[in-house]
């Protein structure tokens, strides 16, 4: 008991270890925040035009399209399309049409509206008469919301391996390891002590953020809390790998950061690429994140991660031997 204690004392000194915890609950607010935001108005075409050049007619007919803002002047408006930031295209009469500018730096999009946009306006009569049906706009951030939740839920996760391992790294330097190493203490209650505190903080981190992220049903709460506590455990595991190996403190960072690396760019390009070959989908699932990252998404899309979960059961049974096996080892050479 008192070891543990000595650990929850080392986690307030520990910037790395505090920031780990704090970081994905930070990204799952601001998630959560630009979710709530509108950004389909970023799509929306923008026109311009001249107070006393426009007629109501012109300006009833430019707002069915998009967004239309009058400029008192006519070099007013050219200064406003000749802005880098904007995509404006600027409207004036042409005797009974109408003529458009652009500065020729807008997008696609824009530059093809402009030029078609007066041929349109001379058939306004005819395009009045179809029966015309405006469909909802899809979310801009709807397809990959999701993806990053599961991202900022990994990150969590792995705030047991960053505790762990950094924990280690610092009692090698400073000399407490050469004292654990002569104290009555066996290779599973030693582990158990090392693993507590990186495993409980991981979980709480990526329990706080899932919490936010998501508005699940007690049932697939259950499951992600299942698929929480298997991946945190996982992490944990794997910390005590990267501690055991580093000699120091830089050595031990860079292991850190590859392994993070991995743990995110392996299930994202596997769901990015799309692919449905099984070979391949056995070999992501040999890093942990992979399930984790694939039981997240079916949680989300109203699945049930049953697989997902076996597999994170099979790495902490396999890495826990792993370690055991390799503790033990090395006590019998010494």
């Known amino acids: 008991m008192k070891g543990l204690i000595y650990q929850l004392k080392s986690v307030r000194k520990d910037k790395f270890c505090m920031m780990s915890f704090l970081l994905p609950v930070v990204v799952a607010v601001a998630l959560n ?35 239309v803002t009058v400029y008192q002047t006519r070099e007013e408006l050219i200064l406003a399309i000749n802005e880098p930031s904007t995509n404006l295209i600027g409207v004036e009469r042409d005797g009974s049409g109408i003529k458009t500018m652009i500065s020729g ?35 801009i ?20 391996c960053t505790f762990n391992a950094m924990n280690i790294i610092s009692e090698k330097e400073d000399g407490v390891a050469l004292v654990n190493e002569i104290l009555p203490m066996t290779s599973r209650k030693y ?39 298997l991946s945190a455990f996982v992490s944990a595991l794997i910390g005590l790998f990267v501690g ?29 690429a799309g692919t449905g070959n099984k070979v391949l989908s056995y070999i992501c699932y040999l890093i942990p994140s992979s399930a984790t990252f ?5 949680l989300a899309n109203g699945g049930i991660a ?13 890495w826990l031997l792993s370690y055991l096996f390799i503790s033990e080892r090395q006590k019998k050479q010494v």
């Open 33 to 67: 925040f630009v979710g709530s935001i509108d950004l389909s108005s970023l799509g929306e075409f923008q026109f311009g035009v001249v107070a006393h050049d426009a007629t109501s007619e012109m300006e009833n007919w430019l707002e069915e399209y998009g967004s």
């Open 105 to 139: 730096d807008e997008l696609g999009t824009w530059q093809q509206t402009a030029n078609t946009l007066p041929a349109l306006y001379e058939q306004r009569e005819t395009s009045a008469q179809t029966s015309m049906q405006v469909l909802e706009r899809p979310d």
């Open 141 to 160: 951030l709807a397809g990959y919301q999701n993806i990053f939740i599961a991202i900022t839920l990994i990150v969590a996760m792995f705030m047991g």
């Open 191 to 229: 582990m158990m002590q090392k693993i507590f505190v990186g495993f409980v903080f991981g979980c709480l981190s990526a329990i706080v953020t899932a919490a936010i992220c998501f508005r699940l049903p007690t049932a697939g709460a259950a499951v992600m809390l299942a698929l929480v506590v």
């Open 244 to 272: 055991r190996i580093s000699d120091g403190l830089m050595i031990g960072v860079v292991y850190i950061k590859i392994i993070m690396i991995v743990f995110m760019a392996v299930p994202i390009l596997y769901y990015l």
């Open 294 to 298: 694939e039981g997240i998404m079916d």
């Open 306 to 318: 049953g697989k997902d979960m076996v597999i994170l059961v099979a790495h902490c049974i396999f």
